[in-house]
C-alpha cells in the first residue's frame, strides 16, 4: 500500500523503521483490502514509537511520495513484483525460505567473495 510504504520511509527518517514493520505487519488485517488508511498508520506508528507531527508531516510530503515511487520503479526494473523478493549473489530469491536455504547460499556468496568454506562445521562436529 502507499500510505504504509510512506510510512516506512517516514519512520525511518526517524531511526524507527523496524518496529514501524514489526507493528504494520502485525496489524495487517488482509492483504490489499484497504485497511490502511492515514489515521490508522499514523497510530501504528507512534505505538512503534516515531513522532506524530514529524510523521505526519512527513507522510504527506513530496519526498515520501517521490522516494517511494522511485523505489517502486527500481524494484520494477530488476523484475521484482512480490514481497519476499531478495538477491544473494546476483541470484533472485522469491519467497518465503527456510533458515537453511537462505543460510546456505548465503554461505556460498561468502565463500566466493573470501575464499572460506561454503558451509562452517557445527559446533557439535567440533572436536
Sequence with gaps: SMITAKGAYCANEQGKYW???HWIYSNQVS???????????????????VEEQ???????????LTHVAETTSKALGLGINS??????????IVGLKGIAELSALIDAELAKATGAPAAWPSASTNP
Design 31 to 49: 492483504e490489499n483490502q484497504g485497511d490502511f488508511n492515514t489515521e490508522r498508520v499514523t497510530q501504528i506508528a507512534v505505538a512503534a514509537g
Design 19 to 21: 518496529p514501524y514493520a
Design 83 to 92: 514481497t519476499p523478493t531478495m538477491y544473494i549473489g546476483g541470484q533472485q
Design 54 to 64: 514529524a510523521f505526519s508531516g512527513c507522510l504527506a510530503s513530496e519526498a515520501a
